[in-house]
């Protein structure tokens, strides 16, 4: 693959492309996490590649919900680990969650993989690998996941959810951080807290005001929480969308 010179005016764009294109021939990321990124990059051409306000307020939402959970767990797939691997690790070792593998398109050698993969750049709690629970009402292999993970966590960051998981982890009356840049689809929709943002400005944003947290008290965190409507900020994420059309 050619070198993206780092003068071109779409560098990070393209330097996003090459790590999934460079994933999906290694093994790492499923064929279709091309199309799932091909649509996040519409969306963020759309948002002027930018965090929109409505992203900053559920940023600091989902910090509150993470600094709140007693068994907080990230879950990741293909496309999330290439992209994020180091920002991801150094969130699971801020908040004390492990990072848990669960594939749409499961496969052991992927999953060995990005094992792999994350303990390379420093990941050392990594579970997915040997699932010994079922997400109940899910009939697809991401309903495979781990007791001391997933199964027994109160909050889960879902990073580029499927509709199907998303709600069935609610039925299961988790709390859940979805990141996905669509405002509209039924992941986001679901989510307790949904950050319409693109990944990897998301998660250092998070840590970020993981970080602003530091100083606040139990009471301010709370409140953070109960001000947040899901559906309203949604709502706020497509308006703004149209207003930087317009
Ligand atoms: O690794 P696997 O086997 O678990 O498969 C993962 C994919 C991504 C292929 C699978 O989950 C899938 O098909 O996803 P969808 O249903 O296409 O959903 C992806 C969602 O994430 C879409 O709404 C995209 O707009 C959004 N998205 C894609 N890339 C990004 C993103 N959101 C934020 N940041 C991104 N970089």
């Known amino acids: ?16 492309r090459e790590l999934i294109i460079k994933g999906v021939k290694e093994g790492l990321v499923a064929e279709a996490g091309l199309i799932a990124h091909g649509r996040g990059e519409a969306f963020d051409y759309l948002m002027g590649e930018r965090t ?21 767990v990230i879950s990741v797939n293909g496309n ?44 050392n709690n990594v579970l997915g690998a040997n699932p010994d629970k079922q ?8 309903s495979l996941c781990c007791d001391e993970g997933i199964f027994s966590a109160d909050v889960i960051l879902v990073p580029l959810e499927d509709g199907d998981r998303a709600k069935a982890l609610v039925d299961m009356g988790k709390k859940t951080i979805v990141i996905d840049i669509n405002p509209m689809s039924r992941s986001s929709r679901t989510a307790t807290i949904t950050i319409a943002d693109e990944l990897t400005r ?31 900020n949604l709502k706020r994420t497509e308006q703004e969308i149209s207003e930087n059309l317009s």
């Open 1 to 16: 693959m050619m070198a993206v010179p780092k003068s071109h005016p779409r560098y990070e764009s393209l330097k996003k």
């Open 52 to 72: 929109l306000p409505s992203g900053h307020r559920a940023s600091l939402a989902a910090a509150a919900l993470l600094v709140t959970a007693k068994h907080p």
């Open 80 to 123: 999330t680990a290439v992209l994020a691997a180091e920002d991801l690790i150094l969130l699971s070792e801020m908040i004390g969650a492990p990072l848990e593998i669960n594939l749409f398109y499961r496969t052991e050698e992927r999953i060995a993989g990005l094992t792999k993969y994350l303990e390379e750049r420093g990941a």
């Open 135 to 142: 997400i109940p009402g899910i009939d697809h292999a991401r």
């Open 202 to 232: 998301a998660i250092p944003l998070l840590i970020q005001n993981l970080e602003g947290l530091k100083d606040k008290n139990e009471a301010d965190i709370m409140k953070m929480l109960a001000d947040f409507d899901n559906l309203d």
